[in-house]
C-alpha cells in the first residue's frame, strides 16, 4: 500500500510506521536503516510535488544528527569508566510515550463509537405523568406502560444491543408529538402498540419519550380497563 504524508499524524507516527513495517523492536532500532527509510519516504514526497510540514523536516535533520553521531569514530573508547549516553535513547524514549498516546487514544475513540450506541435522557419524576384529571384508572401503574413499552422491544428482538449507527433518518420528540397529536384528532382513541409503526430504535424510544411528555402535560389520557390488558391512549381536546 502506498502511503502519502497526510496518512500519518506527524513525524513520530511515520517512524513509528516504519519501525512496525521492519518488524523490529522499538529498542532494537537500526538508526541508520530507519533515518535512510524516513529520508527515502520525504524524498518521494517531494517528487509528488506533495508539502512538507516542517515538523517532518525537523526530524529529518535530528535523525541526520544521530546517525552522523554512531558513524564517526568514538574517541572514548579507552574511557572505560567514563559514561557515554546512546544517541537513540531520547529519540526511542519519545516513540515510546507516543506509541502509548496512540494507544490511549485508539481505546478512547472506540469508547466514544460505543457510546453512540446507547440513548440517554435526564431523568425526571414520573409520577408526574399519572395525575388524578388525567383520566388514568386508579389501579393503572406507570410500571404496566413500561411492561407493555419492553414487551415491544422483546417482540421486535429491539432490546439487543445495536452494531452501527442509526443515520438515515433523525427523530424528535417534538415531531413524533405532533403525529400523535394528529393521530389522535382522527382516531380519539389508539392502542398503545399502534404508535410503534417503524421499528427501529431510535424511533421506538422517541414514540415513547412523546407519549410520556404529552401524557404529562395532559394532551393525552392513559386507559386500561383491567390489569393485563390492553392499553389505550385517548386525546384530549
Known amino acids: 500500500m502506498d502511503y502519502k504524508i497526510n496518512d500519518f499524524e506527524g513525524p513520530l507516527d511515520l517512524l513509528l510506521h516504519l519501525i512496525k513495517e521492519s518488524k523490529v523492536d522499538i529498542f532494537d532500532?537500526?538508526?541508520?536503516?530507519?533515518t535512510d527509510q524516513y529520508m527515502d519516504f520525504i524524498n518521494r514526497m517531494q517528487e509528488l510535488n506533495l508539502d512538507i510540514a516542517s515538523e517532518y523536516l525537523?526530524?529529518?535533520?535530528?535523525?541526520?544528527?544521530?546517525?552522523?553521531?554512531l558513524l564517526l569514530p568514538n574517541n572514548k573508547q579507552d574511557q572505560e569508566d567514563e559514561y557515554e549516553e546512546d544517541p537513540r535513547e531520547q529519540l526511542i524514549n519519545r516513540l515510546?510515550?507516543?506509541?502509548?498516546?496512540?494507544n490511549i487514544t485508539s481505546s478512547l475513540k472506540e469508547y466514544e463509537r460505543e457510546r453512540q450506541n446507547l440513548y440517554t435522557k435526564e431523568p425526571?419524576?414520573?409520577s408526574l405523568v399519572i395525575e388524578k384529571d388525567n383520566k388514568i384508572d386508579e389501579?393503572?401503574?406507570?410500571?404496566?406502560?413500561?411492561e407493555a413499552f419492553?414487551?415491544?422491544?422483546?417482540?421486535k428482538e429491539l432490546n439487543k444491543p445495536l452494531n452501527t449507527r442509526i443515520t438515515t433518518k433523525e427523530f424528535s420528540v417534538s415531531e413524533r408529538s405532533n403525529e400523535i397529536r394528529n393521530i389522535l384528532k382522527t382516531k380519539k382513541k389508539v392502542e398503545f402498540s399502534e404508535l410503534f409503526n417503524i421499528m427501529t430504535k431510535e424511533y421506538?424510544?422517541?414514540?415513547?419519550?412523546?407519549?410520556?411528555t404529552m401524557a404529562k402535560n395532559q394532551e393525552l389520557s392513559i386507559v386500561q380497563d383491567n390489569n393485563f390488558s390492553n392499553i389505550y391512549l385517548e386525546g384530549k381536546n
Do not use: C, P, Q
Not at 532500532?29 to 530507519?34: L, R, T
Not at 515510546?96 to 496512540?102: C, G, T
Not at 389501579?139 to 413500561?146: A, N, P, T
Not at 421506538?204 to 410520556?212: D, E, G
Open 29 to 34: 532500532i537500526n538508526i541508520v536503516e530507519i
Open 58 to 69: 525537523v526530524m529529518a535533520a535530528e535523525l541526520m544528527k544521530i546517525k552522523s553521531s
Open 96 to 102: 515510546i510515550e507516543y506509541e502509548r498516546y496512540k
Open 124 to 126: 425526571y419524576d414520573l
Open 139 to 146: 389501579d393503572f401503574r406507570i410500571d404496566d406502560l413500561v
Open 150 to 155: 419492553n414487551g415491544i422491544l422483546a417482540r
Open 204 to 212: 421506538v424510544v422517541v414514540t415513547f419519550l412523546s407519549i410520556l
